[in-house]
Nanobody, 126 residues
Framework: HVQLVESGGASVQPGGSLTLSCSVSGYPWSDTNSNAIAWFRQAQGREREGVACLYTTSGSTYYSGSVKGRFTISRDSAQNTVTLQMNSVRPEDTATYYC??????????????????WSQGTQVTV
């Protein structure tokens, strides 16, 4: 059973940086399927949107257009965590951020319905 526990949400000034961490347990890191761990966010009154994705077998990463070049998703293999490094943050980055895991391959990385496991969410305010 996959469990995701995230941390790092905070208030930050525009132009600043913040790192979110997602501690992952029970995840099939050695599986050959196109499993993925992604970060989503949901601003008040808006739909949940995919921010960044890491396909854990290939190492491929994907980003939404609004964060590309500013955010970086990566894995710390030693600690089984996936981090989201957020640089040059903007007021429009304000949202509740979630990490999510998809096991089984297929689908489009930014489709929230694809992910079976979710963290509790953490608030980022810019």
């Amino acid at each position: 059973h996959v469990q995701l526990v995230e941390s790092g949400g905070a208030s930050v000034q525009p132009g600043g940086s913040l790192t979110l961490s997602c501690s992952v347990s029970g995840y099939p890191w050695s599986d050959t399927n196109s499993n993925a761990i992604a970060w989503f966010r949901q601003a008040q009154g808006r739909e949940r949107e995919g921010v960044a994705c890491l396909y854990t077998t290939s190492g491929s990463t994907y980003y939404s257009g609004s964060v590309k070049g500013r955010f970086t998703i990566s894995r710390d293999s030693a600690q089984n965590t996936v981090t989201l490094q957020m640089n040059s943050v903007r007021p429009e980055d304000t949202a509740t951020y979630y990490c999510a895991a998809h096991v089984g391959g297929g689908g489009t990385w930014h489709a929230a319905w694809l992910y079976q496991y979710w963290s509790q969410g953490t608030q980022v305010t810019v």
